[in-house]
């Protein structure tokens, strides 16, 4: 299959597109690399530099033809999103709405996007199932759920395969720990540099991890499964992609000092505006209609991510 990935050379993309490579697909890339590192930019991948908003898009994905497109270019910072919504709206709105034509116009018979759990807000039952109800507490949440309904209002009707999904806190290797880096990245390159962690709040917020292969496993799964993604009935074209499972951040700092050997304190500060309190993904409806299960025991996938991290930053 010929698979375009948006943001193929950020954190999940980077590590998405060797799998496509390795499992005989052809892939192509679209980054700005605004966030994205030109190291990530597979060397047998298609590749162009560009904003997903720039008017040449059509041009760019026509040009490489694919079969299907993986949108994970997005704006993912939930604090930059609640100081300036308007950037957060332009990307993750208009930049969904962008990609969407740009595939149907390219031909393209499957397009998946990342979603993510802060679309369904504070006030949830947890583990989250597809259906709860929709209340983002943030412009990022509200954003990346109006990007849901442009994906619908795009493909609905049109024949083709789609989906959107719905990510827990994705980490491992590849992840950037500056400006919108998650807290296992952030946690890690603090820890293997000496430098002091901090965790904003008590540290009993809770938060389902998942490791960013099984991420990508679940988008080469959900590409196999093609024009079946989309189902009839409430959030049917949605898919909750994590682990089930919760731990507050104070546990992850531990199990991450035990990573990386870091023997020094953790400081605490001001809960940050934007945050929830527990988030944790139902991931029944992946198992059960695409056979998928994330496999990587969360003190396995810190200590791989413990050891990139001090490559890295030596």
Not at 76 to 97: K, L, Y
């Amino acid at each position: 299959m010929r698979v375009l990935v948006t943001g193929g050379a950020g954190f999940i993309g980077g590590n998405l597109v060797p799998m496509l490579l390795n499992a005989g697909h052809k892939a192509g890339v679209i980054d700005d690399l605004s966030t994205g590192s030109i190291a990530n930019l597979h060397p047998s991948a298609w590749s162009r530099v560009l904003d997903i908003c720039d008017p040449a898009l059509p041009g760019a994905v026509a040009e490489f033809a694919p079969e299907a497109v993986v949108h994970l270019a997005a704006q993912v910072d939930v604090t930059a999103s609640v100081a300036d919504p308007a950037f957060d709206h332009r990307v993750n709105v208009e930049g969904t709405r962008a990609v969407a034509a740009a595939t149907r116009d390219a031909g393209a018979r499957l397009m998946l996007a990342a979603s993510s759990a802060a679309v369904y807000g504070p006030d949830v039952e947890v583990p989250t199932p597809e259906t709860a109800a929709k209340a983002p507490f943030n412009p990022y949440g509200e954003h990346k759920l109006i990007g849901e309904a442009v994906l619908a209002e795009t493909f609905v009707g049109e024949g083709r395969g789609f989906a959107s999904l719905r990510f827990s806190n994705v980490y491992g290797p590849r992840q950037s720990a500056l400006g919108e880096g998650g807290v296992v990245a952030i946690f890690a390159r603090r820890m293997v540099l000496g430098e002091t962690p901090v965790i904003y709040g008590d540290g009993g917020q809770t938060r389902d991890f998942i490791y960013v292969a099984d991420v990508c496993n679940a988008i080469v799964m959900a590409l196999e499964h093609g024009g079946s993604l989309a189902r009839d009935g409430a959030d049917g074209h949605a898919y909750n992609i994590s682990t089930g499972a919760r731990i507050d951040v104070e546990t992850l700092a531990g199990l991450l000092r035990q990573a990386t050997g870091y023997d020094g304190p953790v400081r605490h500060e001001a809960q940050r505006p934007g945050d929830v309190r527990d988030s944790a993904l139902d991931p029944s409806k992946a198992r059960d209609l695409l056979g998928w299960e994330a496999a990587v025991e969360l003190g396995s996938g810190l200590q791989q991510t413990a050891r990139w991290f001090a490559r890295e930053t030596r």
